[in-house]
């Protein structure tokens, strides 16, 4: 990994207002790009507004419009950009197929990949597909994955993809304030996430009250390979984060000489045939 700049966005994404929500994260694009970030990321379903029950409805294949939208984006600026849509299931789409929650990882190549959300909350899986792999991404300066929200309570998801070579593991949000004290709880868990893989972890929400009354609660932090909080924000408004992640530490955990450091990689340490013994 390289020394790498991010910028996390929390911002109100209108249910159905693509237009409008791809208009703001074009602003926050631009900012980023100005400020020197090689990376930013939207939260969750950024792009088409988070919404369960009409959510076919708000389904784009991709490639698509969208899709094409946030590619330009990220090739006019010069920057990697993460962001979410609901896509459209199957290939091609088939009637009745529910939709995926994916997140789009668009470099200023050209080339577009994704991610879809694989671990589905309760009030998700009756209106959402959930995806079946957890790809790692290769940037010009750092291996990036992303995890979706609920994903991130799963500790094998973040070992999977530190075990794929994942340096940076992206999670953005879509946690509304009814799920509770949205610090508190991130608190909790990411850090362990970062500290048991030795993986940088940074995380951003959607922030504002949105059709239907449902109102989302912001935040943004990012936790170094030591699990320790390297930086944060978070008000009641739209805001973006930029972060450097200096690459001295996971460099030397994951591969350096120094057999001290290289112990604090628990993942080197692992006894997959213990554990399959135990799960059979």
């Excluded at 910028?7 to 693509?18: D, E, F, K, S």
């Excluded at 379903?45 to 330009?72: C, F, I, M, N, Q």
């Excluded at 939709?99 to 994704?114: E, K, M, N, R, Y």
């Excluded at 943004?220 to 408004?237: K, T």
């Amino acid at each position: 990994m390289q020394d790498t700049r991010i910028a996390l966005v929390q911002m109100r994404a209108l249910t159905g207002r693509i237009e409008a929500n791809l208009a703001g994260m074009e602003q926050f694009t631009a900012h980023a790009a100005r400020s020197g970030a090689d990376i930013i990321c939207f939260p969750e379903l950024s792009a088409t507004g988070y919404a369960r029950r009409p959510a076919s409805l708000l389904a784009e294949e991709v490639p698509g419009k969208t899709a094409a939208a946030l590619a330009r984006m990220a090739r006019t600026h010069g920057i990697t950009v993460l962001a979410g849509l609901v896509e459209a299931g199957g290939y091609p789409p088939q009637a009745g197929q529910r939709p995926f929650i994916t997140h789009l990882v668009c470099c200023p190549d050209g080339i577009v990949s994704g991610y879809r959300k694989t671990h589905l909350g309760r009030s998700e899986r009756p209106f959402f597909s959930a995806g079946d792999d957890l790809p790692v991404f290769s940037l010009p300066k750092a291996r990036i994955a992303i995890a979706i929200c609920w994903d991130m309570h799963f500790p094998e998801v973040a070992a999977c993809l530190a075990l794929k070579g994942a340096e940076i593991i992206f999670t953005p949000h879509a946690s509304p304030e009814v799920s509770g004290d949205r610090r508190e709880l991130w608190l909790k868990y990411l850090p362990a996430r970062a500290y048991d893989n030795a993986a940088f972890v940074a995380a951003c929400n959607l922030v504002g009250q949105v059709e239907g009354g449902r109102r989302f609660s912001g935040g943004l932090m990012v936790f170094d390979p030591r699990g320790r909080l390297l930086a944060e924000a978070g008000g009641p408004a739209e805001e973006m984060l930029v972060v450097d992640l200096p690459a001295q530490t996971l460099n030397e955990i994951r591969h350096g000489e120094a057999r001290s450091m290289r112990q604090n990689f628990f993942l080197s340490f692992r006894r997959p045939e213990l554990y399959r013994k135990l799960l059979d």
